[in-house]
Structures are given as C-alpha cells and as structure tokens.
C-alpha cells in the first residue's frame, strides 16, 4: 500500500502570512496526486490535482509542486476561510490513500 | 450543478448491515466512476470503495474487504454500499464521491453510520 505522509500535523499561522504544507510518497507517483481542503462540518473540497492544477473556483493563492514522492501545497496571503484541514490523497495505485492531514490554525 | 446526496446511515448494532445510497444528479452518472470515503471521528479520510462506470469493476480498501459491496444503478443515478458485520471501527461519516482511480472532484454532505451496541 501507497503510504502518504503529511506534514507537519499541525500548522499555526496568522491571517495573511504563507502556509507551506508537505505531503510524502513511500514510492514515485508520479503527479498523481490531488489536495483536499475540509472544513468542520463539511465536506471535502477538491483543491489541486496533477499535483499542481487547481480545480475549478480555487483562488490563485493556492498552489501546488512537487512530482515523484516530495509534494507540497502553499497557501499564500491566508485568509480567515483557509483555516481548515488538509489532505492529500494519492491515485497512482490501487488502493486509494490518503494522506493524515495537516490542520491549518489561527 | 453536481448534486450528490446519501441517505441510509444511524444506529446499528456490531455485527449489523446497512446500505447506504447516493443520488446523483446535475451530470452523466453513467460516464464516471464513483467512490465511498469516509472520515472516522477524531480521524482523516479514508478512501473505502471506488467503482466503475458499468459496474464491472470494483476496489476496497483491505479494511472493508469480504464485508462491504459497492454496485450502481445507472438509469436511476444511484449508487450503494452495502455494509455487512459491521464494527465500531467502521462507525464514521461516510461520503459519496465523484471519480475513482483519480482525483475526487465532487462530494456529498455525508451521512453518519453509527456501529455501537
């Protein structure tokens, strides 16, 4: 199984600073990897996929790099709906797997 | 608009089943694959089933594996789980999901199955 690590678990930061969450690979996958944002209550948003595409509606200040096993989501100029959960996810290989997450504080 | 909504969670016993649906709605169920991923409490997400287009082809996660079947009925644009000895450990909240073998791209709200005696 494709184990995916993320960190660090917990990030704390302030209203318009810069986020720079990591996501591991145990193996290359490539670029096939996708980010989620999740907020309390609600349900996962697709954030990036192909590592560094934002899905539809995403603002710009989200961006994503990395290939291969070394990935990472920047959140630029955070903005007070940004605090949330974070996940990557991994589709290169069956089973699907998910990162732990890394939840982004004030 | 993709609309995506499951129905079927509550209360059940260990050892009990339960069959979630999802209606989909607002594009062509039947030209994507479809998931289950589920979120424990306290927990992050689990990717627990995916299945393709036709129906001939399904995943689990080891975890689910011989208790859980996934399966579609594509001219009502519905999609099931159906859970069977079930444990606490399965107790979380379970979404639907657009896609499979890639990225998800749309989500339902969710519906909580609870597995306690």
């Known amino acids: 199984e494709m184990v995916m690590t993320q960190s660090p678990a917990t990030l704390s930061v302030s209203p318009g600073e810069s986020a720079t969450l990591s996501c591991r690979a145990s193996q290359s996958i490539s670029s096939n990897l996708a980010w989620y944002q999740q907020k309390v209550g609600q349900p996962p948003r697709l954030l990036m996929y192909g590592a560094s595409t934002r899905a539809t509606g995403i603002p710009d200040r989200f961006s994503g790099s990395g290939s291969g096993t070394e990935f990472t989501l920047t959140i630029n100029s955070l903005q007070s709906e940004d605090f949330a959960d974070y996940y990557c996810?991994?589709?290169?290989?069956?089973?699907?797997?998910f990162g732990g997450g890394t939840r982004v504080e004030v | 608009e993709v609309q995506l909504l499951e129905s079927g969670g509550g209360l059940v016993q260990p050892g009990g089943s339960l069959r979630l649906s999802c209606a989909a709605s607002?594009?062509?169920?039947?030209?994507?694959?479809m998931s289950w991923v589920r979120r424990a409490p306290g927990k992050g997400l689990e990717w627990v089933s995916s299945i393709s287009t036709t129906g001939g082809k399904t995943y689990f996660a080891d975890s689910v594996k011989g208790r859980f079947t996934i399966s579609r009925d594509n001219p009502k644009n519905t999609l099931y789980l159906q859970m069977k000895n079930l444990r606490a450990e399965d107790t979380a909240v379970y979404y639907c999901?657009?896609?499979?073998?890639?990225?998800?791209?749309?989500w339902g709200q969710g519906t909580l199955v609870t597995v306690s005696s």
């Open positions: 607002g594009f062509t169920f039947n030209s994507y694959a």
């Open positions: 996810q991994q589709y290169d290989i069956w089973p699907l797997t």
């Open positions: 999901a657009k896609g499979g073998g890639m990225d998800f791209d749309y």
